[in-house]
T-cell receptor, first 117, second 119 residues
Framework: GAVVSQHPSRVICKSGTSVKIECRSL??????MFWYRQFPKQSLMLMAT?????????EQGVEKDKFLINHASLTLSTLTVTSAHPEDSSFYIC?????????????FGPGTRLTVL | AQKVTQAQTEISVVEKEDVTLDCVYE???????LFWYKQPPSGELVFLIR??????QNEISGRYSWNFQKSTSSFNFTITASQVVDSAVYFC????????????????FGQGTILTVHP
């Protein structure tokens, strides 16, 4: 099946710093990527949808200036949490879909656990 | 707006028992897709099944089975003869059809059901 990777898997940073999370489709071209956030013991909430070469579409309540999403190529999308604060600590998961992979589903990455001190 | 409700927050069973996880959904779309995912403690989402709104056939895969009933907007998941390895959080999710009619529109997840299977 199609594989999606995320890097890093875990990151700890100080409050006020920026953190970049990468999401890569390893064996298919991801025309669409999604970014989700999951707080402890809660469900996944969609943050934004990005299509390759276009600006991301953010869900209501998600600050686009704080969560910068770039989908510059068909295999890579990045999420940058700018000026991170402890309340941004969460599990961030990306998913990807596109050509070369089954159209049956999105393929999820393994997630990135962000802890902001 | 789309909504998925998993009324069971936590379920605890003893190994070999059968267990059913409930999922009820709301959508105004005529074309939509339903999913079940398993999330073990590692956090990675494991895809279990996808169903489109036009296919109401029930499905069985090993010890797993799914019952899709459009009349009650439900998509329930049953594990037969549960095992300790089935312990995880299970999410039901609903996807609108994308612009191209595929199933990878944005997903709306239910709250999740924590399943614990005791030896």
């Amino acid at each position: 099946g199609a594989v999606v990777s995320q890097h890093p898997s875990r990151v700890i940073c100080k409050s006020g710093t920026s953190v970049k999370i990468e999401c890569r489709s390893l064996d298919f071209q991801a025309t669409t990527m999604f970014w989700y956030r999951q707080f402890p013991k809660q469900s996944l909430m969609l943050m934004a949808t990005s299509n390759e070469g276009s600006k991301a579409t953010y869900e209501q309540g998600v600050e686009k200036d704080k969560f910068l999403i770039n989908h510059a190529s068909l295999t890579l999308s990045t999420l940058t949490v700018t000026s991170a604060h402890p309340e941004d600590s969460s599990f961030y998961i990306c998913s990807a879909a596109g050509t070369g992979a089954s159209t049956d589903t999105q393929y999820f990455g393994p997630g990135t656990r962000l802890t902001v001190l | 707006a789309q909504k998925v409700t998993q009324a069971q927050t936590e379920i605890s069973v003893v190994e070999k028992e059968d267990v059913t996880l409930d999922c009820v959904y709301e959508t105004r779309d005529t074309t939509y897709y339903l999913f079940w995912y398993k999330q073990p403690p590692s956090g990675e989402l494991v895809f279990l099944i996808r169903r489109n709104s036009f296919d109401e056939q029930n499905e069985i895969s090993g010890r797993y089975s799914w019952n899709f009933q459009k009349s009650t907007s439900s998509f329930n998941f049953t594990i037969t003869a549960s095992q300790v390895v089935d312990s995880a959080v299970y999410f039901c999710a609903l996807s609108e059809a994308s612009a191209g009619g595929t199933s990878y529109g944005k997903l709306t997840f239910g709250q999740g059901t924590i399943l614990t299977v005791h030896p």
